[in-house]
């Protein structure tokens, strides 16, 4: 199994930033891709972008590109999700996952961290 741990979450006034940290442990990190979701109250779990397992690869989705950026480092286990230009609509509980390969799908990610909230107020 890998273990996966979210932090940093919390509240910020729109426009504001916030970087969430996942943590990972058990099994390789730098064999996975990574990838970041959210979900909303009454809200499905929806992708949010995603890094490939050296980091030469990454993708977001229309409603976040510009504004986050993932990276990480695999020498630490850890990987990040810098959130800048912060709206309302961005919040949500935000989870981290671990697969194969890089996807936008949830059914493409083997290990998930329990999630952290983030919240932003107008």
């Known amino acids: 199994q890998v273990q996966l741990v979210e932090s940093g979450g919390g509240l910020v006034q729109a426009g504001g930033s916030l970087r969430l940290s996942c943590a990972a442990s058990?099994?390789?990190?730098?064999?996975?891709?990574l990838g970041w979701f959210r979900q909303a109250p009454g809200k499905e779990r929806d992708f949010v972008g995603a890094?490939?397992?050296?980091?030469?690869?990454?993708y977001y989705s229309d409603s976040v590109k510009g504004r986050f950026t993932i990276s990480r480092d695999n020498e630490k286990n850890t990987a990040n999700l810098q959130m800048n230009s912060l709206k309302p609509e961005d919040t949500a509980v935000y989870y981290c996952?671990?697969?194969?390969?890089?996807?936008?799908?949830?059914?493409?990610?083997?290990?998930w961290g329990q999630g952290i909230q983030v919240t932003v107020s107008s």
């Open positions: 996952a671990a697969g194969a390969r890089i996807g936008v799908d949830r059914d493409e990610y083997d290990y």
């Open positions: 890094i490939s397992r050296t980091g030469g690869n990454t």
């Open positions: 058990g099994r390789t990190f730098s064999r996975y891709a």
